[in-house]
């Protein structure tokens, strides 16, 4: 009885304090909704920002995403309203350089925060492929950490991997706070091998450097809905029960079916997992595709908030996994749910971006360098200068970063060196193996004249050369139009108009790699000590 009063108590309390998004009691949505009106801007983490993870300190919020095959490591965000979130550090600045032992090698997956009150410190627990392990038990959960105080600014100190499972390897980990202990709990990565996943828990000191005790199994998939994993789950406590809300399905491509189900248990120590049985609670719909493995958050006025990632269907796997955010609510049953009907309103005008090289004398935070690869020699004077290579299959130094929608152009003016230096899509080479290595198409300039190049099918290929001389700034642009179905590509020497050059049918599906999205950047192709300069850089969304 008593536990009977207090859960309508607590349900009575939520629908007092928490601010309605236009969810009605009796279509607290378990799969598909109408369209809510709310206060949040969506996407909340626009571009490839999959497995996003969200914790609040004080008044301020943190959010943090996986980055894939991309440097730097770990995307850290800050937000004070949820609503506009500033790109502000990452856990490893310059990739596997800031790694303990520089141990991993690959698959930089879910990342997730923790917020230590009593030690004022965050820990960011990550996944990677530790290089010295071959097959997938090479796939280990990290830690890092760093005082509060510092995580928009300081360095991340790195534990190296902690989290380690000896036959199908161990991804997406997670921290839960509760009654005094720190729990850590994980997927053993089973679908990788042909053997059963499951959601595993052990508790773990406080400088997370080291598992207590036995590991203990919470759940795995079990109800006819689930396919064969469980993974992304994510742990919180409301009233007498700790939730668990997991992704099942695929993630990660234009084959995803991923959906969200919640799970709950009033015990860690010695209690089982109960399954609500109107799983899943959030599906693919009208508006997004595949929603799943995100953390949940509470407000400084009580309120619960998830964080997860979903394609855009507007924007097909282009674009990739974006961080969407929305209220969870407590239903009349006693299970918190999500509404499933989240709009994207973000204005496209807060989507673009503009960079002329010149303040503070150093790289936005933005751009992005492969994983594999050290962070491009660089140096600023007059605009950025960025060092050529052959590397990436001979499509030369790439940075680059998240596209944010489907039709847009990149423009950049450079000056006409020896290098070949311009602007490009990057993505994944056809065919090539997972996880795929760069490959791109572009328009570049050089004393030589105007290039446009193309090296997605694995080879280096000119596709048009203009064979004139050239000196001083040019300015090149790409058009995406039509879904990314069509580039157009332009030029304007100085004092000129636009020059239309080319143009081509291109099939951005085709390219686009398992879990990533498409990067806009410029790359530059030449030997020895050769340089490219670049004098501004625009990523306009339309």
Request: net charge neutral; glycine share 10%; charged share 25%.
């Amino acid at each position: 009885m008593n536990s009977l009063m207090n859960t309508k108590l607590l349900y009575f309390l939520l629908t007092l304090t928490l601010l309605s998004c236009g969810v009605k009691k009796k279509d607290a949505s378990r799969t598909t909704g109408s369209p809510v009106e709310s206060p949040l801007v969506n996407p909340a983490l626009p571009g490839d920002n999959p497995d996003p993870s969200i914790i609040r300190v004080g008044k301020v919020y943190y959010a943090t995403s996986t980055t894939n095959e991309w440097a730097p490591y770990f995307t850290i965000y800050k937000s004070t309203n949820l609503k506009d979130w500033k790109l502000v550090n990452h856990v490893f600045p310059e990739g596997f350089k800031d790694m303990k032992n520089q141990w991993g090698e690959n698959n930089f997956w879910a990342s997730e925060l923790a917020y230590d009150a009593k030690q004022n410190r965050i820990y960011a627990y990550y996944t990677a492929h530790n290089r010295e392990v071959k097959g997938n038990p090479g796939l280990q959960c990290g830690i890092a950490w760093i005082d509060a105080d510092q995580i928009e600014t300081g360095k991340f100190t790195d534990n190296g991997p902690v989290i380690i499972e000896d036959d199908c390897g161990a991804i997406d980990a997670f921290e839960l706070q509760d009654g005094g202990k720190i729990y850590a709990f994980w997927k053993n990565d089973g679908n990788g091998c042909g053997k059963e996943s499951w959601i595993w828990m052990q508790e773990i000191n406080e400088s997370r450097t080291q598992l207590l005790g036995q590991k203990k199994k919470a759940y795995t998939n079990s109800q006819p809905w689930e396919t064969a994993l469980v993974e992304g789950a994510c742990f919180f406590r409301m009233g007498d029960y700790i939730y668990s809300l997991y992704a099942v399905g695929g993630c990660c491509d234009a084959q995803c079916n991923y959906k969200t189900g919640i799970a709950r248990t009033k015990s860690l120590a010695n209690g089982t997992w109960e399954k609500y049985e109107k799983n899943p609670i959030m599906v693919s719909n009208e508006r997004w595709n595949c929603p799943g493995h995100g953390t949940v958050v509470r407000s400084a006025d009580d309120r619960l908030f998830m964080l997860y990632h979903a394609f855009n269907k507007n924007y097909d796997v282009f674009v990739g996994r974006e961080g969407i955010i929305e209220e969870l609510k407590m239903g009349a049953d006693g299970w918190p749910v999500l509404h499933n009907a989240t709009v994207a309103n973000r204005p496209k005008a807060e989507l673009d971006f503009f960079e002329d090289f010149q303040k503070d004398k150093k790289l936005d935070l933005a751009w992005q360098w492969p994983s594999k690869l050290q962070k491009p020699a660089m140096s600023f004077d007059k605009g950025l200068n960025l060092a050529a290579s052959n590397e990436n299959h001979e499509l030369g130094t790439f940075l680059g970063q998240y596209i944010k929608s489907v039709d847009f152009d990149i423009v950049a003016e450079v000056e006409a060196g020896t290098a070949a230096t311009g602007i490009c899509l990057g993505g994944a080479i056809f065919k090539s193996k997972w996880p795929g290595e760069l490959g791109g198409i572009g328009i570049a300039a050089s004393k030589g004249g105007y290039t446009v190049f193309n090296n997605f099918d694995g080879k280096y290929t000119v596709l048009k050369q203009s064979g004139e001389s050239l000196s001083g700034t040019a300015t090149l642009k790409m058009q995406i139009r039509n879904g990314g179905k069509l580039i157009e590509f332009l030029y304007k020497n100085e004092g000129s108009e636009w020059q239309k050059f080319h143009s081509l049918d291109f099939n951005a599906a085709k390219y686009v790699p398992w879990g990533m999205g498409y990067r806009a950047g410029i790359v530059v192709k030449g030997e020895g000590t050769a340089k490219g300069l670049f004098k501004s850089f625009e990523l306009k969304n339309n």
